[in-house]
T-cell receptor, first 113, second 111 residues
Framework: DVKVTQSSRYLVKRTGEKVFLECVQD?????MFWYRQDPGLGLRLIYF???????EKGDIPEGYSVSREKKERFSLILESASTNQTSMYLC????????????FGPGTRLLVL | GEDVEQSLFLSVREGDSSVINCTYT??????LYWYKQEPGAGLQLLTY?????DMKQDQRLTVLLNKKDKHLSLRIADTQTGDSAIYFC???????????FGSGTRLQVQP
């Protein structure tokens, strides 16, 4: 079974803090994705990576950066957290092209005060 | 860019059929998906359909695709309380790596 894990289920941070969200997958998948989920807006793609050290911006990359130093790990970084980044963050991975199923982690609910 | 739309909420009685609708704008959409999100959990793939198909059935689930109208629907027969969740429609094509998701439809099943 594919397993995608996220480092925290719940996180509370203060405005201006640097925040790291970690995601690990155990199936040697090429592609990894970070989404944020907000009520009424569905899932919006922040960044994705199709190989180690490779990344592409998604639809809403502003205020975020990512790091993929190892194939199994994809980190989302909030350089200076703001209250409008309070959200649910979901990581996903898949192998191959876009038609291949994406497997999701359980999500990290981030609250920025 | 690509856009996917869904209604936000649907309420049905246990035992009835549920129909969740989705429209998309990208005429090159090749792969269309339905994901389910239970409370406090990530998304799991329910079913998918390719653009060269009109219908796909999988136990209680029926997916209908109308390519002309760019309309996708998910029918759940004999809806149970365990089907209460948020259902996301998503699409992509071979030229892209990522999915475009709709806003999600919250299905509430009344006993």
């Amino acid at each position: 079974d594919v397993k995608v894990t996220q480092s925290s289920r719940y996180l509370v941070k203060r405005t201006g803090e640097k925040v790291f969200l970690e995601c690990v997958q155990d199936m040697d998948h090429e592609n990894m994705f970070w989404y944020r989920q907000d009520p009424g807006l569905g899932l919006r793609l922040i960044y994705f990576s199709y190989d180690v050290k490779m990344k592409e911006k998604g639809d809403i990359p502003e205020g975020y950066s990512v790091s993929r130093e190892k194939k199994e790990r994809f980190s989302l970084i909030l350089e200076s957290a703001s209250t409008n980044q309070t959200s649910m963050y979901l990581c996903a991975s898949n192998q191959g092209g876009s038609r291949e199923t994406q497997y999701f982690g359980p999500g990290t609910r981030l609250l920025v005060l | 860019g690509e856009d996917v739309e869904q209604s936000l909420f649907l309420s049905v009685r246990e035992g009835d059929s549920s129909v969740i609708n989705c429209t998309y704008t990208d005429s090159s959409s090749t792969y269309l998906y339905w994901y389910k999100q239970e409370p406090g959990a990530g998304l799991q793939l329910l079913t998918y359909i390719f653009s060269n198909m009109d219908m796909k059935q999988d136990q209680r689930l029926t997916v209908l695709l109308n390519k002309k109208d760019k309309h996708l629907s998910l029918r759940i027969a004999d809806t149970q309380t365990g089907d209460s969740a948020i259902y996301f429609c998503a699409e992509t094509d071979t030229g892209r790596r990522a999915l475009t998701f709709g806003s999600g439809t919250r299905l509430q099943v009344q006993p």
